[in-house]
């Protein structure tokens, strides 16, 4: 099994930054595909951003991009989102999630941090 646990989310007003941690433990994430993801209120789930455990490719969602930067610690197997300019948009629920050994669909998720960016 695969436990993560996110933490760093609050309130910010906008213009301002936050970064998000993701807590991971269990089975090996050398081979698995990270992400971050978010919930604003009343809509559906959507994607922010992902990078594999190895390696340094990313990929952002267009409405983050240059804003957010994901990134990881091997050595404390954390994820980070660090997100800087924020913007009412911003609000949401946000999830981080892993795949599967070897890639694949996102089988496992953290219980999410709320992140509330005021105007």
């Known amino acids: 099994q695969v436990q993560l646990e996110e933490s760093g989310g609050g309130l910010v007003q906008a213009g301002g930054s936050l970064r998000l941690s993701c807590a991971a433990s269990g089975r090996t994430f050398s081979n698995r595909v990270m992400g971050w993801f978010r919930q604003p209120p009343g809509k559906e789930r959507e994607f922010v951003a992902t990078?594999?455990?190895?390696?340094?490719?990313?990929y952002y969602a267009d409405s983050v991009k240059g804003r957010f930067t994901i990134s990881r610690d091997n050595a404390k197997n954390t994820l980070y989102l660090q997100m800087n300019s924020l913007k009412p948009e911003d609000t949401a629920v946000y999830y981080c999630a892993a795949s599967g050994a070897g890639g694949g669909n996102y089988d496992y998720w953290g219980q999410g941090t709320q992140v509330t960016v005021s105007s």
């Open positions: 990078m594999r455990w190895i390696g340094s490719r990313t």
